[in-house]
């Protein structure tokens, strides 16, 4: 866990988190009564901040907490998985709760309880320029900006003061519209250093492409720096001016449950972006990290150490004949 500096002379964080931790109450049997459930604390803040924590960043997550025992337990949890605990907000109200179905394949089918939650009065207010400009980047996701009108705010204002912000649309129609999440997406993509949508699903609801390539192209257009469309088992397409390409998938050992994937690609390759890696290595271990995730329960059942990350990642160039992955 990071370990804040001498007062006065605050240490700045390489990765600050912001968003909703939600409850996980997961279940391999379709829900229903009496139907037995694991109790988690998931949520995609919590999952990005998780991974960026294990690949060796010094990672801060702002979000709002109840008031109460369970939050209290929710950070000790934070906590326990490496990330510091000094930006969370504690305020009374209901947290955030989800529940999850995962067959035999990995599969997911979700149910939110979350209008109105604590974690959706995260506000303009809880960002701290002093914290914001000096962190080597800021990651939020389109969810945060879709659970509340304030929230959104909080995450345009930490946008602006960002010396790297990294933008995941994580479009779900049942939080918000189409056109709204084009709106958000179409406003942050100036200030985003890297933006990491998902193809075919939201690159095509969001900005009608039709292809990665494509997808890449008109986010560069809106203002992106850097784009890295992930395209499931297929692979990864990247776009910057000076480091881009295709990266192959990672073929996961064993799939239990997918959630949290997507979430570990972008934590990874944020931590390893602002510890010095090229765009294209920190992708590939962000690829890396997703594959292996999918083998634990739950958001963060299981995640990878660098070590680990590393090691699955090279076991991956070897199958790819040597080559690197963005050859």
């Not at 009374?92 to 604590?118: I, K, M, T």
């Not at 150490?305 to 050859?327: C, D, I, K, Y």
Request: aromatic content about 4%; overall charge negative; some cysteine.
């Amino acid at each position: 866990m990071h370990t804040p500096s001498p007062v006065g002379h605050p240490e700045p964080f390489d990765v600050v988190v912001m968003g909703e931790v939600l409850v996980e109450v997961a279940t391999d049997a379709a829900f229903g009564h009496g139907v037995p459930a694991q109790l988690g604390i998931s949520g995609d803040a919590l999952n990005v901040a998780a991974s960026a924590a294990a690949a060796g960043a010094r990672v801060g997550l702002l979000a709002v907490l109840t008031d109460d025992e369970l939050g209290q337990a929710i950070a000790a949890r934070v906590a326990e998985l490496g990330i510091s605990t000094e930006l969370l907000r504690f305020r009374r109200g209901q947290q955030g709760v989800y529940l999850v179905h995962s067959d035999p394949h990995g599969e997911r089918e979700f149910s939110y309880a979350r209008r109105g939650s604590v974690g959706s009065t995260l506000s303009p207010e809880d960002v701290q320029e002093a914290v914001i400009s000096t962190a080597g980047a800021v990651v939020a996701s389109g969810i945060a900006c879709a659970i509340s009108p304030e929230t959104r705010a909080a995450v345009v204002k930490a946008a602006r003061m960002a010396r790297r912000f990294i933008y995941d649309p994580n479009y779900r129609p049942r939080l918000t519209s189409q056109a709204d999440a084009a709106a958000v997406l179409a406003e942050l993509a100036p200030y985003a250093t890297l933006v990491t949508p998902s193809y075919p699903g939201e690159t095509r609801a969001l900005i009608g492409a039709n292809s990665p390539t494509d997808a890449a192209a008109k986010l560069r257009a809106l203002g992106a720096a850097w784009v890295a469309v992930t395209c499931g088992a297929d692979g990864i397409q990247l776009e910057s001016d000076d480091d881009g390409g295709w990266i192959h998938s990672v073929p996961a050992p064993a799939v239990v449950d997918q959630t949290g994937a997507g979430d570990s690609f972008i934590g990874t390759t944020a931590a390893r972006l602002v510890l010095g890696d090229r765009l294209a290595d920190a992708a590939r271990l962000g690829a890396a990290a997703a594959s292996l995730v999918v083998g634990g329960k739950g958001g963060t059942g299981f995640i990878p150490t660098l070590e680990q990350t590393r090691a699955h990642a090279g076991v991956a160039a070897e199958r790819n004949g040597g080559l690197p992955s963005h050859a």
